[in-house]
């Protein structure tokens, strides 16, 4: 049975950095994506990993601040956000998906965690 756990989530100021992680069980050989979604508005995307590790791609808003990565022989998903902003502030959600097209989309994804919550104040 697919599992995605999210941790590391909290408050924190604005500029500080913080590091999301994603513990991923019962999953073999899918890609990964970060999204993040506000009070009243819709799941957006932020970060997206293929399986191997060689393609990522970001939201504008994350490109030169946020990192994913991941460590496959730990089943492990992170996203290293920097310089954050209050409007950052979401629950984030890391998703699994069979290949590495229309990862934008969220309805592409099958599998996804709780989420962990990031509230960054001004």
């Known amino acids: 049975q697919a599992q995605l756990l999210e941790s590391g989530g909290g408050l924190v100021q604005a500029g500080d950095s913080l590091t999301l992680s994603c513990a991923v069980s019962?999953?073999?050989?899918?890609?990964m994506g970060w999204f993040r979604q506000a009070p009243g508005k819709e799941r957006e995307f932020v970060a997206f990993?293929?399986?191997?590790?060689?393609?990522?791609d970001y939201t504008d808003s994350a490109k030169g601040r946020f990192t994913i990565s991941r460590d496959n022989s730990k089943n492990m998903v992170y996203l290293r956000m920097n310089s954050r902003k209050p409007e950052d502030t979401a629950a984030y959600f890391c998703?699994?998906?069979?290949?590495?097209?229309?990862?934008?989309?969220?309805?592409?994804?099958?599998?996804w965690g709780q989420g962990t919550q990031v509230t960054v104040s001004s």
């Open positions: 990993i293929s399986y191997s590790g060689l393609t990522t």
């Open positions: 998703e699994a998906k069979p290949g590495d097209t229309e990862y934008v989309r969220v309805q592409g994804y099958v599998y």
């Open positions: 019962g999953l073999r050989g899918y890609a």
